[in-house]
């Protein structure tokens, strides 16, 4: 396996001379400004947040108690440049009226986020998140970033899980034995939303991810999760654990909620 | 081993066929380009026409489910956009996209009126596709796939809205949404093991025996008909110093989703035998109605009053079978046991909220918040069922030896939850500004639950069965619970050269349950249930630029946290406080922007995670006598990713791009298989793609790209991994 390796990335650089060389005459050869995904849009200066008050109320009336009115962007020139801190230079946007392309809209590409967020880049990348990065999903779907706290909850009308339960109605409830999980701590407490190496966006893949709640004391006996040896749920083979997670099938499988079961599972 | 090229091989072919494209370029670029040349333009109004052609060898829904797209490739309008000024004060706009092959497709129209408000209307539809893996067991290298490997689900909606949005006068809206989502997806419910080599008398497993499990994983797939529907009315008013929102929403959902698993697939052993079982077990039907009105007051120069109101009233219904085969020793035969057939009932809820919160703004150094939020609601639940037995010394599974019953169960809940927040800003010093925040949930609750189908009962000391719990048993609980956020941070904009930010955070949530528990013919007992947490955690990001055109972002987010329960003395607990899980993160990463004068641009991006949950591991040990691997270890989530990003400028109208992206997680222990399922995520991911964008005239873009994508996945012994090249070609043409 070293001499594969050690042969491909020597492959790699002296394939790579022959390629890298006229890529950088070409560089040096031309003046063009390049932009990159997500950066400023090419030759537009800030005009601070006062030019876009103008034709976005809306979004800048209620500015002031957003999570990201902290950052407290400012310039010596134009003063603050709240807007512009995620939307970037805004003169271009501003000399044409407000025409598509002249500045950066972070809900058609998260990288504007990203580059402060650089773990939500990570999570979103992984094998299991919702589809941000194919563009069907926008951070702002779910975060408030114009106005109160962006993660929503505390002392705002509409509760945190409400987020979540806007797409996944069958999640939502009421059920007759609610999983207490939900009640009390939301989605958030066995999903990630913004991405898991676990399918589901799930925090663990196997029993640890119950058992965090679901585990009142190892000895003596029996208790809530279970591990008395010998018991149902307990540790040696042929026993429940063993068998795989909680909410296999035939087991407590109905992990949202149940309107027949105290126990979730039939 | 031709067939498993590594991304960074390609890479280096891929290289050289930039070389070899650019070179034309080169050759008709002139070489005096004048400064501030023209960028690639961002077209007002265009179509842009592309197609997605992947040629990948190994496990095309795998490669499907990681990508997004479908290995067969996609094909057609990538993005469509049109606005023209139909007047001074009316312009319409249209947006559309219609790719075949990933079905996914998006169609609205909007037209505005400055002086009267606007029309909307649209339809979007996407697909996510499943790689459906029914699990691996390595001991046997046995792998499981779901009869239909390709699965996938559609979301779709339609919209339509109309605003009346005259100047001066208040603003009036009504939108329907009608959304939708069908298809089929995997699911994480799959096991379970049984060691062939146990003694199975009578149906029944008896002791255990040496490793060498066979894995009896049962795959699961779930079908989805879920229709969603909201009507919504609102109304934004000014009066005086006071802005009054008043919306009223109805908002219906009608779900029909069944669950098809097969129980011990090859299985050999007497006992529990395979088994394909169809669960209709979620139907679901609701109809909810609510109403909110906000205010927003401007009481002086430096005080806003927030007000909220909303009650909601749902109403739903429920229906579907619910289905657990058992072994019958006697009748030597699997049977529908301890099912929940013919499942009715619903819910009925109503939730009452109100906020208040004030504004304070002394100065404008000092911003404070304080805010208020209750929430009462009540709900009532029935559910009610069939239930099937076979009598135990059935010898066939005939209809006349299985007997029916019927039951019904109800529950009860009432919150009353208040929350007050608090929070308070400073930026009195220069290029600082300080914040902190402080948020309790409390909740005074009772739950309510009358003839339980399945409950904990005693059965000898420390030991619990699960057994029916039958008629008039009564369940009753108080909740007591206390969930506390706050946090504490700064941002400081030290120059234009090095900018800090720091938040410290700690959730500290606690729930309380006693119970008073009724169990008909058994007795009453009380019980007791505490859970809670605790969690503290640091963000802290640095973003340096030691020029202008360079920047260095690196942040480092370490949170540790433990969670506990006291277990119910009744039951066999030993009513202590035990600590029931440990979870620690460790998150580093770094972005380097790179953006020199002119013709060059780099990005670059690296995150490593650190993060396990312990529970019961290393706690719970297997029996020495066994000799069997601990059943459960810590669950690890530990990943890094790395991704690079290069852009350059050819010629006047071309663009050259070269992105590298790398994944990789190793949390994936098949040593767990001698005692249970290892679960572990493990997988390798690269790609490398490479691509020019040039200009054809004013008018017409052209861009392609080749690229090389490579997966393994040891987590299902290589059955889902991929590999192959990528090739990309898009026009976009000006409207």
């Known amino acids: 396996m070293n001499s594969s390796r050690r042969r491909s990335f020597s492959q790699l650089l002296i394939r790579g001379r022959a390629c890298w060389a006229p890529l950088l005459i070409a560089c040096l050869s031309a003046s063009r400004i390049a932009a990159a995904p997500g950066s400023a849009v090419p030759r537009a200066t800030y005009v601070g947040s006062k030019e876009c008050v103008q034709c976005h109320a809306d979004q800048t009336s209620h500015f002031a108690t957003a999570t990201h009115a902290r ?6 020139k134009v003063g603050d440049t709240g807007c512009e801190a995620c939307h970037g230079p805004g003169s271009l946007h501003t000399q044409s009226g407000g025409k598509a392309g002249t500045i950066i809209n972070p809900r058609r590409s998260p990288e504007t986020c990203f580059q402060c967020h650089l773990d939500k880049r990570a999570e979103v990348s992984l094998p299991h998140t919702h589809p941000i990065l194919a563009g069907q999903v926008s951070c702002v779907d779910c975060h408030d970033v114009h106005k109160g706290n962006a993660s929503r909850g505390g002392a705002a009308i509409a509760a945190q899980t409400e987020t979540c339960l806007r797409c996944h109605t069958q999640q939502a409830g009421p059920f007759t034995y609610p999983h207490g999980a939900i009640r009390e701590e939301g989605c ?6 913004h991405g898991s190496v676990n399918d589901k966006m799930l925090i663990a893949r196997d029993a640890n991810l119950c058992l965090r709640c679901h585990m009142a004391t190892l000895t003596p006996g029996f208790n809530i999760g279970g591990f008395k040896s010998g018991g149902a749920h307990a540790n040696a083979v042929g026993s429940r654990l063993s068998e795989g997670t909680c909410w296999s099938a035939g087991c407590h499988e109905d992990v949202h909620g149940s309107n027949v079961n105290a126990s979730i599972r039939p | 081993m031709s067939h498993t090229r590594s991304a960074s091989q390609f890479l280096a072919g891929l290289l050289g066929l930039g070389a070899l494209l650019t070179a034309p370029a080169l050759r008709a670029a002139p070489a005096d380009i004048p400064t501030q040349a023209d960028v690639i333009p961002t077209f007002e109004s265009y179509i842009k026409v592309s197609g997605r052609a992947p040629e990948i060898s190994g496990d095309s829904s795998a490669y499907a489910a990681r990508t997004g797209s479908p290995a067969a490739g996609s094909g057609g309008i990538e993005d469509f956009y049109y606005t023209k000024d139909l007047s001074d004060t009316t312009t319409v706009k249209a947006n559309g996209r219609a790719l075949g092959g990933a079905d996914d497709y998006l169609a609205s129209v909007n037209l505005t009126n400055a002086n009267l408000g606007s029309v909307e209307a649209g339809y979007k539809r996407f697909r996510t596709f499943y790689d459906g893996v029914g699990g691996f067991f390595p001991l046997t290298d046995q792998f499981q796939k779901l009869s239909y490997e390709q699965l996938h689900t559609d979301r779709s909606a339609f919209w339509a809205s109309v605003t009346l949005a005259k100047p001066d006068q208040p603003v009036f809206n009504i939108n329907f949404h009608d959304e939708i989502r069908t298809g089929q997806k995997d699911s994480s419910e799959w096991g379970s093991i049984v060691n062939p080599l146990v003694v199975v008398t009578k149906g029944a497993i008896v002791g255990t025996a040496l490793p060498a499990n066979t894995p009896f994983i049962a795959p699961n797939v779930l079908t989805m008909d879920e229709h969603h529907r909201i009507l919504e009315a609102s109304m934004v008013a000014p009066a005086g110093k006071t802005t009054e929102t008043l919306k ?26 395979t088994v394909t079982v169809h669960d209709d077990q979620e139907s679901r039907r609701s109809t909810t109605f609510r109403v909110l009105n906000q205010t927003e007051t401007e009481l002086g120069s430096h005080l806003t009053l927030e007000t909220g109101l909303r009650y909601s009233h749902l109403s739903s219904a429920n229906g579907g079978n619910w289905i657990t085969p058992s072994y019958s020793a ?11 057939g013919n499942i009715y009932g619903g819910s009925k809820l109503d939730d009452y909220v109100g906020n208040v919160g004030l504004r304070f703004t002394p100065t404008p150094n000092w911003n404070a918040d304080l805010a208020f939020r209750e929430d009462s609601n009540v709900v009532s639940s029935r559910g009610g069922f069939m239930t099937t037995s076979l009598a135990s010394t059935a010898t066939t599974t005939a209809p006349s030896n299985l007997t029916t019953a019927n039951d019904l169960t109800y529950s009860h809940f009432t919150d009353h939850e208040a929350t007050p927040e608090f929070s308070l800003e400073y930026l009195g010093i220069d290029r600082v500004s300080l914040y902190g925040s402080i948020d309790d949930q409390i909740n005074r609750g009772s ?11 005693i059965s000898g000391a420390g030991v619990v069965t699960t057994a029916t719990a039958p008629l008039s048993s009564v369940f009753f609980q108080q909740a007591n619970e206390d969930h506390e956020d706050a946090k504490l941070g700064a941002n400081w904009n030290e120059s234009k050269a090095l900018t800090f930010r720091a938040e410290v955070f700690r959730k500290d949530h606690q729930s309380r349950f006693i119970g008073a528990n009724a169990i008909a013919g058994t007795g009453s007992f009380g019980g007791l249930f505490v859970n809670g947490y605790t969690f503290t955690g640091l963000k802290l990001s640095v973003i340096a630029k030691p020029v202008a055109q360079l920047s260095f972002t690196t942040a480092y987010q370490p949170q540790s946290g433990n969670m506990s ?17 440990k979870a620690r993160t460790q998150m580093i990463g770094e972005t380097v922007n790179w953006t020199p004068p002119g013709s060059f641009y780099a990005q670059a991006n690296v995150n490593v995670v650190y993060s396990y949950i312990q529970t019961a591991y290393p706690v719970v040990v297997v029996s020495s006598t066994t000799n069997i691997a601990t059943p459960i270890q810590n669950a690890n989530n530990n990943y890094t990713t790395a991704s690079a990003l290069c852009g350059f400028v050819i010629s006047k109208a071309t663009d050259a791009q070269i992105q590298g992206f790398w994944q990789r997680a190793d949390n994936y222990n098949p040593q767990i298989a001698a005692g249970g399922q290892p679960y572990g995520s493990s997988f390798k991911d690269e790609s490398v793609t490479a691509g020019l964008k040039h200009k054809f005239g004013d008018r017409t873009v052209v861009e392609g790209k080749l690229g090389y994508l490579h997966r393994v996945d040891p987590t299902t012994g290589g059955f889902t991994n991929y590999h192959g090249p990528l090739a990309y070609l898009a026009v976009t043409y000006s409207l």
């Open chain 1, 188 to 193: 958030t407490a066995c999903h990630n939303p």
């Open chain 2, 330 to 340: 006697t009748a030597n035969a699997v049977y529908a046991a301890a099912t929940a």
């Open chain 2, 565 to 581: 329960v006291t277990g119910n003395v009744v039951n066999g607990g030993t009513g202590s406080q035990v600590t029931s899980g």
């Open chain 2, 447 to 457: 739950q309510h639950w009358v003839n339980p189908y399945a409950a904990t009962s």
């Open chain 2, 248 to 273: 009223v929403t109805v908002d219906t959902v009608n779900n029909d989703d069944s669950r098809d698993y097969v129980k011990y697939p090859g299985s050999t052993v007497t006992a529990d035998p």
């Open chain 1, 71 to 76: 950052l407290r962007l400012t310039d010596a």
